[in-house]
């Protein structure tokens, strides 16, 4: 189908995959590196993923497209940023003004995040959880989607060299459920960056988005 009529905010746009892979192959016009991106899985829901996003995009922005800079989306020719997230049958980006911290992600609800919490969460986030009304399952999805969406805002500014940790480096400081959002801070080397993610909770998934 193209893009769906369920709206998160303004800079996020989701497209919901009816489509077979033989249709999705003539509705985005696509570059030669983006053909041979499709071409290279070898799965059929992986190229139907990549497809839909550049057919989301292109049904926002048309005739843009996608290149990558060490794994990262970027808008060819175009001065936006772009994040891309994907599950099951679902694409979203969120498009941003140049140079403004841009990430988004689609969490589906599992056990696992329970499972692995005190990898990814810091002690301080696991007192918060506590004193939240929202549940366990809940909380621990909603927080790894929020980190998955600082990673890939800061991803391409942070200083270091080294691999940013998810523990100790994105925490969490409030969670507010009457506004949908999740105030943080990103922690690199002495510098601390205060952010604002928004957050949409629907059956069976999470959304999270890069607000301020």
């Known amino acids: 189908m193209p893009k769906s009529s369920l709206s998160f905010h303004p800079s996020i746009h989701l497209w919901e995959i ?29 190229k139907k993923e990549i497809l839909a996003s550049r057919a989301l995009l292109q049904s926002v922005i048309p005739g843009a497209h996608i290149h990558y800079v060490n794994k990262n989306p970027q808008l060819t020719d175009i001065d936006k940023e772009i994040s891309i997230t994907h599950s099951d049958n679902k694409v979203m980006i969120q498009l941003k003004e140049k140079d403004e ?3 988004v992600d689609l969490q589906e609800i599992t056990d696992k995040a329970v499972r692995v919490k005190t990898k990814f969460l810091h002690p301080s986030e696991i007192q918060l959880m506590d ?33 940013i940790e998810f523990k100790t480096q994105f925490i969490f400081k409030e969670i507010d459920s009457e506004t949908n959002t999740l105030k943080g ?18 059956e069976g998934y999470v959304v999270s988005w890069f607000d301020e």
């Open 131 to 163: 004193q939240h009304e929202f549940d366990t399952l809940l909380l621990c999805n909603l927080l790894w989607s929020t980190k998955e969406t600082a990673y890939k805002a800061f991803a391409n500014i942070c200083e270091q060299e080294e691999v």
């Open 101 to 103: 911290l841009c990430g």
């Open 18 to 46: 009816t489509e077979s892979l033989e249709e999705l192959l003539d509705i985005p016009v696509l570059t030669e590196d983006e053909t041979n991106i499709v071409m290279s899985f070898r799965k059929d829901n992986r």
């Open 185 to 202: 801070q990103f922690i690199e080397k002495n510098k601390r960056t205060e952010f604002i993610l928004g957050f949409s909770v629907q």
